[in-house]
C-alpha cells in the first residue's frame, strides 16, 4: 500500500514537472515515452461548444464601446501580479492569463463563414506616437500563406457564441525566416479582445506556456523550458513530442504570462534538430529529452509593424565575425550555406530555421578551417534570389546574383 501511495505521487511530481516546462527527470521519462506512443498527457483546456455551425461576425455600435486603449489598461491589470503556479495534483497554470486566454488568443481561418481554422493567433497592442493604441492580429507568416490576405479572426468565449471578427493580412516574413504576419483588425475587436504584455526578460531561461487550439476547436496549453534564442527562433524543452497543427500560431508567455513569442512547432530534437543546433547548445539534449517546441521571438512583430509603416524599412543586417555582410528583406530568408575550407573539401549546410542573423559564423562547422563561405538567399517564393559571398582569407563580402 505505501509503495501503491509513492508510486502515485512519483507520478504526480512527474507530471507537474512536465507541464511547468521544466525538463522532468526520472518517473517522468514515462510520461514522455507515453506521449511519443501516442498517448494523451497534456490535456485541452475546453471551449464553449458552438451554438451555430456558421459564425457570427459580431458588430458593435454602442457609444460606450470600448476602445483599445481601455482594452491594453485591462491587460496590464489583469497580468500585474501574475505569476507561474504549481501544486502537486494539478498542472502549473498563470491564473489571470489562465482565466482570461480565450481573449487573447483567436483561431484564423480563411475568409467565410464555413471555413475551417487554419492555425491560432493573439492580439497585440501598437503605442502610437499621438498618444493612442491600436489593436492587431499576430499569426505566422506560414498559416498567412495558406490562408490568404483575407481571413476571419474567432474568439471562444466561454458562455458566448463564438465571435469572428474580418482581419486582413497587411505584412508578413517568410515561414523559413521571419515566420511571423500582421493582421489588421477593426476597431470593435476591442469590445472582445485582449492585448499580449511584451516580456522584459532578457533571457529565455525559466518555465514558459503555450496558448492555442487543438486541431478539433478547443483550446490548448503546452508547457515549455526555453533554453535557447537566435535571432530567428527559441527553442524550449517540452513534453509533448509533436502539437497540432493548429496551435502554430499560438501565444507563448514567460513565467509572469508576458509574450515570449509566436508558437510555431515541436518536433524530435535527436532528428533535424540535432543538427540545427550548433554544438556548444547540444548539452541540453540529455537523458532522452528529445522533444521540443519551436516559437520565434516577439521581435518580429517590431519588425511587422516597420514594414508596414515602410516597405522594406525593416530589412534585417546579416553579421558574420561581427562584421556587416549585407541586408535580406523581411519576406526573404537563408536557404543554403556552401562552405569551402582550406584542403579544398566542400560543405553544404542545409536550410535551417535556427540560423542567427547576428552571428551567423557560430554555425558553421569547423570554422577556423573555412576559406570561403556562400549564404544564398531565396525571395518570398522559396525560391533562390541571391547570394552573399564570403571570402574570409582576404576579409571581404560580395553580394552576387544567379549563383546558383
Partial sequence: ?????????????????????????????AL????????????????SPTVSPHFLY?????????????????????????????????PPSIKPLDNNIQRFVFTVSPKGYNTEPVGSGFVF????????????????????????PDVR?????????????????????????????????PEDIAEVALPVIPSTRNTVNGGALAYGFHDDGNLYKMGLAPFMQTSERGLAHTSQ??????????????????????YNTSYDAAGKAGTWVPPHKRKFFKDGLNAVSEFIPLKHVEYLLREYETPHSAARVVLFNGQIVGKIELNESIMQI????????????????????????????????ATRVYVHIAGPDGQYKYTYDLDLKKNRFFRVDGML
Fill in 125 to 148: 497592442a501598437q503605442n502610437l506616437p499621438n498618444g493612442t493604441v491600436r489593436l492587431w492580429g499576430i499569426t505566422t507568416a506560414d498559416i498567412a500563406t495558406r490562408t490568404g
Fill in 241 to 262: 513530442l509533436y502539437s497540432p497543427l493548429a496551435m502554430q500560431g499560438g501565444l507563448v508567455v514567460d513565467a509572469n504570462g508576458h509574450a515570449l513569442g509566436i
Fill in 338 to 369: 556552401d562552405v569551402t575550407y582550406d584542403n579544398a573539401t566542400p560543405a553544404t549546410l542545409d536550410k535551417n530555421p535556427l540560423w542567427s542573423l547576428h552571428d551567423l559564423d557560430k554555425f558553421i562547422p569547423d570554422l577556423d578551417h
Fill in 58 to 90: 459580431h458588430k458593435f455600435s454602442s457609444p460606450q464601446a470600448m476602445s483599445a486603449h481601455d482594452a491594453l489598461e485591462n491587460s496590464v491589470n489583469l497580468l500585474a501580479n501574475a505569476a507561474l503556479e504549481r501544486s502537486l495534483f494539478v
Fill in 32 to 47: 514522455l515515452r507515453s506521449a511519443r506512443m501516442g498517448k494523451p498527457f497534456l490535456n485541452p483546456l475546453r471551449s
Fill in 1 to 29: 500500500m505505501k509503495k501503491s501511495i509513492l508510486l502515485f505521487l512519483v507520478a504526480c511530481l512527474a507530471a507537474n514537472s512536465a507541464w511547468a516546462g521544466f525538463p522532468p527527470t526520472g518517473g517522468a521519462r
Fill in 153 to 185: 479572426l474567432t474568439f471562444t468565449i466561454p458562455q458566448e457564441r463564438p465571435i469572428s471578427f474580418p482581419g486582413k493580412i497587411v505584412a508578413q516574413g517568410s515561414a523559413d525566416g521571419s515566420n511571423a504576419a500582421l493582421i489588421e483588425v
